[in-house]
């Protein structure tokens, strides 16, 4: 089964320090995203003021698993209360995973 990679695109609300953004992205990484099934990857990316939270799962059973699980979690509100817009689960783009060469021998 080919893994999924989302990519929410999203803004900070203005006013955040980046410092705290950072430290509750950390802590919605550690206390949410590394303990779910089917976890495979996740990075924060910026370009400018928009912000990329990656992620790659094992299947899209995984993804849509652990999307219905974040409301429950403390740390992943927390980490949303610094997000100004993101769109609905719908509108997050999902790609399949063709090839990974991190997985290959070097």
């Known amino acids: 089964m080919p893994q999924i990679l989302e990519m929410p695109a999203f803004t900070v609300k203005e006013g955040v320090a980046e410092a705290d953004f950072l ?3 950390a802590k919605f990484h550690r206390e949410f995203m590394a303990k779910q099934e089917g ?3 996740h990075k924060l990316i910026r370009s400018g003021d928009n912000w990329f939270d990656i992620a790659v799962w094992a299947s899209e059973q995984a993804k849509e698993k652990a999307f219905k699980d974040i409301y429950d979690n403390a740390a992943a509100m927390e980490y949303v209360e610094f997000i100004d817009s993101v769109g609905t689960d719908d509108d997050i783009p999902l790609f399949t995973v063709m090839k990974d060469y991190d997985e290959e021998p070097k």
């Open 39 to 41: 976890y495979v990857s």
């Open 23 to 25: 430290a509750a992205h």
